[in-house]
């Protein structure tokens, strides 16, 4: 399984991946959304964990760009925020995401939701 990891903070591009990676999972990482927008062109994944505050185009307008190409269009996108979900569901549609997950992470429930959100039965998650 792949996964894209999108964060403009190195350190919890590292962090995520690493986990990740230690549970058998195939990670490629990009620090924007433009830069994360041109990997989806290039590449297929299964799952794709977005940060919402970010430079250039945000988690936001990535998920919106991702949900635009078929390709995407169901794949589960994981929403990661500082800002609270109460914020966010304020500022924008949540169903363009299968997740909202807050900063800073709790590892084990990411790993729960994403084993959950790549499980063939599962179609969309809440925490």
Do not use: W
Not at 14 to 26: E, I, R, T, V
Not at 71 to 85: A, C, D, H, L
């Amino acid at each position: 399984m792949k996964i894209l990891v999108v964060d403009d903070n190195p350190a919890i591009l590292d962090s995520l991946s690493a986990l990740l990676s230690a549970q058998g999972y195939f990670i490629n990482t990009a620090c924007h959304g433009l830069a994360a927008s041109e990997k989806l062109q290039n590449d297929c994944y299964d799952l794709i964990i977005v940060d919402h505050l970010m430079p250039i185009m945000n988690g936001i307008q990535l998920t919106k760009h991702i949900r635009q190409h078929e390709i995407y269009s169901e794949k589960p996108v994981i929403f990661m925020t500082t800002q609270g979900r109460k914020t966010v569901k304020n500022i924008c549609d949540t169903s363009l995401f299968s997740a909202i997950i807050d900063k800073p992470i709790d590892e084990q429930n990411l790993l729960k939701l994403i084993n959950d959100l790549l499980s063939p039965n599962t179609r969309l998650q809440s925490l």
